[in-house]
């Protein structure tokens, strides 16, 4: 996969929205509530995926990446750092790392939409070790945004080679820069380094909770120094990225076919209850409407247009 994927240009928005918009409306009847969710190729910290909502919502949820998308049919509404927002087809929508928010349709029609998901810390690695971007206004006009990253939603199950992944999270970590507020987050010194082992250590075994003490051991400083320059650094707490990481465990098995009280002791969670409770505030869903939202009826996403 290419820079500008498929040749496309500054159309690339435009070319998309017809691309996806090609299935007829069903005449069949009312639309059908339901939720589904598809996942393009990704790559290490790289998440694409397509989603349908009718007649259903994301209960209020965070997860600990930067999530870019752009609207593609209906009307997009979620409440966000207080206040509620609209996005419009062809608005994009940018969201900071564990910014709680929810997201349904604005009409009973539903709405569809593309969107990246993207680590901190690659976007850590594209900027040189400096803070996180933030985007304080998450809606934004499709003239505010660059070619690259519509690109990239336009094939979204062409494979991302290791180049492709950091060309991608170039143009998206200076798209972030570009529309960041003068003044985003409060200015933290962050050993980059020193929070780069913590992740480490909690990546190699999600499953084990550390204690604090370890946490200091590695990063050579004071918890409060860690918890302090963790989230400075990838935009959320350590206790938060280990638990996520686990949940990335429970969605792979849970995508292979494990029933939930199996992901739950694999994960290392303590019961079905908690691995439940942990992915509706991660995801917005529980992980049997995640599931099903996976192998749901094709019909919902072509009534959408975006099949």
């Not at 680590?119 to 400096?130: H, I, S, T």
């Not at 170039?170 to 003044?183: E, F, G, W």
């Amino acid at each position: 996969m290419q820079a500008n994927p498929g040749g496309h240009g500054p159309g690339d928005l435009e070319w998309l929205r017809r691309h996806l918009s090609s299935a007829p409306p069903s005449r069949s009847g009312p639309r059908r509530a339901g939720v589904g969710l598809r996942f393009g190729g990704g790559a290490d910290g790289i998440e694409r995926m397509e989603a349908a909502l009718v007649g259903e919502a994301f209960s209020p949820h965070r997860h600990d990446t930067y999530a870019v998308g752009v609207t593609l049919a209906g009307v997009q509404t979620f409440r966000y750092r207080g206040e509620r927002h609209h996005c419009l087809p062809g608005q994009w929508h940018i969201l900071h790392p564990d910014e709680l928010h929810d997201g349904a349709a604005g009409t009973e029609d539903g709405f569809g939409y593309r969107i990246i998901y993207l680590d901190p810390a690659l976007v850590q690695n594209a900027l040189g070790g400096r803070a996180l971007p933030f985007v304080a206004d998450p809606v934004i006009r499709p003239t505010g945004m660059p070619p690259l990253p519509t690109g990239y939603l336009a094939h979204i199950d062409e494979p991302l080679d290791d180049l492709a992944a950091a060309e991608m999270t170039t143009a998206v970590a200076d798209m972030l820069c570009a529309h960041a507020a003068a003044s985003p987050l409060p200015r933290v010194a962050v050993d980059v380094e020193a929070m780069k082992r913590v992740r480490a250590l909690l990546m190699d075994d999600p499953t084990t909770r550390h204690r604090a003490e370890r946490l200091e051991t590695v990063a050579g400083m004071d918890r409060w120094s860690v918890a302090r320059q963790f989230r400075a650094a990838f935009g959320t707490s350590p206790t938060r990225f280990r638990t996520l990481r686990q949940l990335d465990m429970a969605r792979g098995l849970l995508r292979t076919g494990h029933r939930p009280a199996e992901v739950a002791t694999a994960a290392g969670f303590a019961d079905q209850a908690h691995l439940t409770r942990m992915f509706k505030r991660a995801y917005g869903l529980t992980p049997a409407a995640w599931s099903a939202a996976l192998g749901i009826d094709v019909g919902i996403g072509l009534r959408l247009g975006i099949g």
